[in-house]
């Protein structure tokens, strides 16, 4: 009887790992879409030659559809085709769909994971050896500046002070694949750090995480953020004052929002008067080179962030 109860509760511990393990392996839900967006990625609009933020673009790294995550392409399959649009040669395996287009003349590419369109591809032209052009609409892609395996990534933005101090914490995290420091949240385009750091932008000093969907979660990562830097201070963090400072998470999506919600309402059930503004994520543009693992690169340690648990 012993033996059989003991078996009872092994199994249905077992039952309830494998379930938590699958839950944390879950892909994360499709990011919201702006209207520029959606009329491209859903109605396969096309986006005016010359002017993608991707088409005179040549870091090194890895291409992600826009909606999903999905690695798409990798850089040194970039090419110049002078069309207009980012050009490629090649794709990761199995990562884009080829269908046959509605005008029954072209293929128009789809990414495999979520359908999203892409762009059309073209054999023959004799570009490269390989004699493909995935012609792609940069409105469908975001960039990473990491070369990273196939599969879904996930995207979250945090802003929680000096974003040197941020990205060291996060860049530490297993499962991270890229960190950027940059700038989102406010009205003016392309800003420079003089700028912002000039208060009227609107934008705050923030960081985008790349993460691998496989081995973190969202919520492990905003967990994190909660942690490292002091949620209950508004307009500052430690020594740095001013608008650009603030704390908020950008979300990507619905599911993002809800997350970050619960978490900041049990640091209020727990007495902490959290300042963090949770709102929806618009345009983020990645800070001056000199920004970038601002901690690792000066092989110094930040004076603005901490560890602290709170959960
Ligand atoms: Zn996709």
């Given amino acids: 009887m012993k033996s059989r109860l003991f078996y009872t509760i092994i199994i249905a511990f077992t039952m309830l790992t494998t379930e938590n393990e699958m839950k944390s392996q879950e892909r994360p839900a499709l990011n919201d879409l702006t209207a520029d967006e959606e009329r491209v990625i859903i109605r396969k609009a096309t986006e005016y030659p010359f002017t993608g933020l991707y088409e005179k673009f040549n870091d090194k790294g ?17 090419f110049d085709a002078r069309c207009g649009w980012p050009s490629f040669d090649d794709e990761i395996t199995g990562a884009v769909k080829r269908v046959k287009d509605a005008d029954g003349m072209r293929t128009e590419i789809v990414c495999a994971s979520c359908g999203g369109h892409l762009g059309h591809v073209f054999e023959g032209e004799g570009f490269t050896a390989k004699n493909t052009r995935h012609c792609v609409n940069s409105v469908s892609i975001d960039f990473v500046p990491e070369v990273i395996g196939p599969g879904n990534y996930g995207t979250a933005l945090f802003a929680g002070g000096c974003f040197w101090g941020v990205e060291y914490f996060l860049q530490k995290e297993p499962g991270v694949v ?18 912002v750091s000039a208060g009227n932008t609107g934008h705050a000093e923030t960081v985008k ?33 001013g608008d650009q400072y603030r704390s908020e998470i950008f979300c990507k999506n619905e ?23 949770v709102t929806k994520a618009s345009e983020f543009y990645t800070a001056e080179e000199y920004h970038q693992d601002y901690y690792f690169r000066n092989g110094k340690t930040p004076y603005c962030h901490a560890y602290t648990k709170r959960f």
């Fill in 62 to 78: 890895t291409y992600l559809c826009k909606q999903c995550g999905n690695a798409l392409f990798w850089s040194d399959a970039k």
């Fill in 178 to 195: 890229a960190v950027e420091s940059g700038y989102t949240g406010g009205h003016v385009k392309n800003p420079s750090y003089r700028q």
């Fill in 209 to 241: 995480v790349t993460y691998d969907t496989r081995k973190t979660s969202y919520e492990k990562l905003l967990k994190l953020f909660l942690e490292i830097h002091d949620p209950t201070q508004v307009g500052r963090q430690g020594p740095d004052i």
């Fill in 255 to 277: 599911e993002q929002k809800k997350i970050a919600l619960k978490y900041i309402g049990l640091l209020k059930e727990k007495g902490l008067k959290v300042a963090t503004q």
